[in-house]
């Protein structure tokens, strides 16, 4: 008899730590998917586990009640956490794709907080069966805790190193389901001597096995064509990376690649964007021979910049792999950057750009900022005083900088907040900006020790867009992209440098986009 216990309460724990391990992978899921779907990392991952938090208690709160049939009790809602949250990622996808505006943020919160309450039901209730069977309760407690705990370790690093790069977020919801409705059939078996109507709760939970197996094999190619109606065009490249989803879509001619969700370049129209980020800057140095670009994956400023006779070397810092990699196997973006990226002159970075200007002590004739959006914390970093300094820092005394620096129709307060944010370091600066049809009006900030007079740069290398007669009318901005905004309580908003401690620029570009 006690070997019998013992042997039942050792399932108990081993079940309390794999079903830990699902439900914190669950968690961080919920999190990616509202990061990847709503925007704004911080804000969703933050809702996700306050959510999941606050449903836990609830089912703890709610487990009270339950004193009989604890093993049963236990099977039905590993049963209800399988098939919810094995299924969440794929019709979160289908919710985005066909339903009205705003119901994917409901469905997403309103599941996190269920599978928590599911998640927070599970471990009272385990408690009680391993004192039940004959262990203390606080050496139960504290074991089942502990499994739990050490599962959620577990689970986290699952999650960002195994399932989200190699599994992406549709299978990987199915696969930790599979993993919930295994532990829940295991111990129906274990237990199936205590159990009443052993066969249907058996059935039941294999009909639920099916369903999710067939979800593994054949959701992502259903959920792919639910996320190919997000996007206008055939899509012709997905993948997950570590860091961001990847997709590459083409219709006719028109080539776009998309990371997270965000339109980076469209090949109907790039060169006007390019050739502004790299010409003005170029073109401001006698001889530049070093060059800087933080971003620009893709390889297509690279492009720009190898049109320069006197270059000698090009450092390209981008945090993504797989985006270099893809810039240098894709036949359409080959096309587009003529295999810039395998040039000798290019040395590839794959490293966060905050830590590589950090750390290097190379000096640029030259630094192109080729980022995205700071539509989250982390790219949020990438314009602040702080990293604007550590990039003047890498200037040559006469080198020029050009950045980046979103719509000044768009986002108006955003432009000229990252403009004085470089203006902030004590560089010069020039503002620029240039109609490219696939993005809008689209702003840069040119900036150097020197002081800039754009209207005497000689363009050498051949253009598609630019010339130098027209470098004079990219400076002026008409009155509703002008720096003079006026605020709600018709005043005139005060801009501030955007500064690691006081990182606000991240809520001013939600606002200025969120109707578009």
Known sequence: MKDAAMKKSTIIYWASGIVSICGIIFEVLFGALGSYILGDGVKQYTLTISLFLTGMGIGASLSEKVMKNLIISFIWVEFGVAIIGGFSSFTMFGITAIAPEGTDAFYLYFIT????ALTGFELPILIRKANEIGVSLNRSTARVLFSDYAGGLVGGLLFVFLLRPQFGMVKSAFLVGCINVTVA????????NEIRHFIVHAVFGGVIALSL???LFFGEELAFSFEQKLYKDPILHMEESSYQKIILTKDQKDVRLYLDGSLQLSSTDEYRYHETLVHPAMSFIDEPKNVLILGGGDG????????YDGLESITLVDLDPAVVELANTNKQLLKLNEGSLKDQKVTVKNMDAFKYLENSDEWFDVILVDLPD????SLNKLYTKEFY???RNHLTAEGAMMVQA???VFAREVYWTISETIASTGLNTENLHVDV??????????ASREEIDIQNLTIEPETRFLEEDMLGSLTEFGKDEDQEMIGKDGEETVLKPNTLIDPHLIQIYERAWENY
Do not use: H, Y
């Not at 907080?113 to 928590?116: D, E, F, Q, S, T």
């Not at 295991?186 to 237990?191: D, E, N, R, T």
């Not at 297509?300 to 049109?307: G, T």
């Not at 049809?437 to 040119?446: A, I, K, R, T």
């Open 213 to 215: 197996i067939l979800g």
């Open 185 to 192: 059939l295991i111990v129906l078996w274990l237990f199936r």
């Open 437 to 446: 049809p696939s993005f809008g009006n689209w702003g840069f900030v040119m």
């Open 389 to 391: 300094s550590l990039a």
């Open 374 to 377: 700071p539509n989250n914390e």
């Open 113 to 116: 907080a269920l599978v928590g």
């Open 300 to 307: 297509v400023a690279a492009k720009e910049v190898l049109k």
């Open 406 to 408: 979103t719509s000044p």
